[in-house]
């Protein structure tokens, strides 16, 4: 009967200190969570920052290049403009 007692004692001693510890994991889990989804949302806002300097990267090369072949275009038309200037003969309805 003694040893019954003692095995229930033990049993709820164990009892006692798994409930215990789970108790102070959730505590400590509870805590630590926040902090977790801080740290995600600080490494998207890193991935979106990075993503848009991305596509501004890409739209400002872009422009650049519009505007450098736009430049292009316009020089030659106006080589064109002055070599058909220079060598087709004067109309006289001008």
């Known amino acids: ?3 019954e007692s003692f095995k229930k004692f033990l049993y709820n001693q164990v009892a006692l200190a798994a ?11 509870l805590l630590q969570g926040p902090k977790s989804d801080i740290q ?12 848009i300097h ?3 990267e890409n739209v400002k090369r872009i422009d650049d290049t519009s505007n450098q072949q736009y430049q292009t ?22």
């Open 40 to 51: 995600v949302m600080e490494a998207l806002n890193n991935i979106r920052d990075n993503h």
């Open 54 to 56: 991305t596509i501004e």
């Open 1 to 3: 009967m003694e040893k």
């Open 73 to 94: 275009t316009s020089e030659r038309l106006t080589r064109i403009e002055t070599i058909l200037d220079e060598r087709l003969p004067a109309s006289n309805n001008q």
């Open 19 to 29: 409930a215990i510890v789970g108790v102070a994991f959730g505590i400590f889990n």
